[in-house]
């Protein structure tokens, strides 16, 4: 199989149509379950379709594990969730595994096959174009300058001192040598 066709087949296409639904489920589990069965459940959203990608790509197996996964993340949370409707995922899942388990795996869509080839259709007439009118000059405008007001004074106060004081030596017989 061509490395764009898989996109095609009816098996990548269900596990595609998974993940909503498995977004949905995760949405629903409580907050304590972010790193259990939430993770879970995104782990095989992702991981469902590159398996069977890989398979229909290089003839491989790797598709039964992540499906069994599926069923066993499912069942899990059937019996710790109850309340939890899982009813229509896992109806949609079983229709992936029985797929993907058949000899009907690598089926393609209907728009995938190849159509009959068509009688070629007559090239379409040559467009005629007209030459365009010109174009009047811009009309020109006398541009003036701007100035910018000039600043305000600035108002300059005077400096004030701080008083220093001088550091006084004392006088001593050999200062005045």
């Known amino acids: 199989m061509a490395l764009s066709e898989y996109r095609t087949t009816f098996s990548w296409q269900q596990a595609i ?10 949405e629903e589990l409580p907050g304590s379950e972010q ?12 991981e469902l379709p590159t398996a069977i990608a890989l398979d229909l790509l290089d003839d491989s197996y790797t598709r039964r594990p ?6 066993a993340t499912l069942e899990i949370i059937e019996k710790v969730y109850p309340a939890l409707d899982t009813q229509a995922l896992r109806g949609d899942a079983q ?3 029985d797929r993907i388990g058949s000899d009907r ?3 393609q869509t209907a728009d995938a096959r190849p159509e009959p080839a068509a009688v070629a259709a007559p090239a ?3 467009v005629v174009s007209l030459p365009a009118e010109p174009q009047p000059a811009p009309a020109s405008v006398a541009v003036t300058p701007e100035y910018a007001a000039a ?5 300059q106060t005077a400096p004030t001192s701080v008083p220093v004081q001088a550091e006084v030596q004392p006088s001593t017989p050999e200062a005045n040598v």
Do not use: N
Request: overall charge negative; charged content about 15%.
């Open 17 to 26: 149509e998974l993940g909503p639904q498995l977004v949905r489920l995760a």
């Open 35 to 46: 790193l259990g069965l939430c993770w879970q459940l995104q782990q095989v959203m992702v």
């Open 66 to 71: 992540v499906a069994l996964r599926l069923v």
């Open 95 to 97: 229709d992936l595994i």
């Open 105 to 107: 795996f690598a089926e």
């Open 124 to 126: 379409p007439a040559p």
């Open 151 to 155: 600043p305000a004074p600035v108002e």
